[in-house]
């Protein structure tokens, strides 16, 4: 985090709280979808995401300047890429076959996944108020899964594969950390992105996307992915990871109440208190310390 003016502290919460509000789209769009499926779904969302961006590394530095933005990445960019790429693909397949708020909920902890992974891998020691809020986490996510294991398999399969996004991302935070690199996010995503349309795109043929899919999918690529993207890079420069984490799940919140009022997807009383304990233990985690500090 940069140092900040109070005018610039309040433009980047509002430019988060924005880029959440674009996140949190997904699922209300894909409940519209006529007759995409998983991989293209995926691959038609990275597609736009990609062209989005390479928009805009275009027109804010000039195609050389672009080319050599994504290639200064190197080799830890390309596998910070991967790691997106599997996220992108295991979101877009998650919702397909689980609820908008199973998926979020799960993605969700992103941050207590990289905690678990750190202290096995690096080391890093985790604090007691960590571990509570691992077990309470892990507690709600079994109310989940026990709901979803006797109501549909589908479902059940929908939030194993959602747990491929928050492992790769702790598998990407984690790989950074200990090879000591620093990877700027907007080319990562960008390589993400095209690594998940190379991925996804022989599991995607024959197309059988109609044009209002291809439409749908497009507006997720761009503006539910793409932009937001390019505007947390900037929020992010006058907010700490707390902040930025905290506003973060503000997602998880907004992505079922749209998916519910635009697509009639009600979420089930097990989803609600198991996502609850989960959003709880979160927030406390990154609250606590902050707390802990004020006095300091």
Not at 10 to 33: C, D, E, K, P, Y
Not at 42 to 57: G, Y
Not at 75 to 95: D, Q, Y
Not at 149 to 164: K, N, R, T
């Amino acid at each position: 985090m940069t140092s900040s003016t109070p005018q610039q502290h309040r433009r980047a919460i509002l430019t988060m709280v924005l880029a959440t509000f674009m996140w949190s789209i997904a699922g209300v769009f894909t409940r519209h979808l006529d007759s995409a499926k998983s991989f293209e779904v995926t691959f038609w969302r990275s597609l736009f995401c990609a062209i989005t961006l390479i928009v805009w590394f275009v027109y804010t530095r000039g195609a050389t300047g672009a080319a050599a933005y994504v290639r200064a990445s190197g080799r830890s960019g390309l596998i910070s890429g991967l790691c997106w790429a599997v996220m992108f693909t295991c979101f877009m397949i998650a919702l397909t076959l689980t609820s908008t708020a199973n998926t979020l909920i799960v993605n969700a902890l992103s941050p207590l996944f990289a905690t678990i992974l750190a202290w096995a891998v690096l080391k890093t020691p985790i604090a007691t108020r960590t571990w509570l809020a691992i077990a309470a986490a892990f507690a709600g996510m079994v109310i989940m899964f026990a709901s979803e294991a006797q109501a549909s398999g589908a479902a059940l399969f929908g939030m194993a594969v959602a747990f491929g996004v928050p492992v790769a991302s702790a598998i990407n935070i984690v790989t950074l950390k200990r090879t000591g690199a620093h990877v700027d996010l907007a080319p990562a995503v960008l390589l993400g992105a095209l690594l998940s349309c190379a991925i996804t795109l022989p599991l995607s043929l024959p197309f059988v996307a109609s044009t209002k899919d291809v439409l749908l999918l497009a507006i997720l690529g761009i503006f539910q992915l793409g932009i937001p993207c390019v505007m947390m890079v900037r929020a992010s420069a006058h907010l700490t990871a707390p902040e930025v984490a905290l506003l973060g799940l503000l997602e998880v919140l907004m992505g079922p109440l749209w998916s519910w009022l635009g697509a009639g997807e009600t979420p089930g009383a097990s989803t609600l208190i198991g996502g609850a304990i989960v959003l709880a233990a979160l927030v406390a985690n990154e609250i606590v310390p902050r707390r802990q500090a004020a006095p300091a």
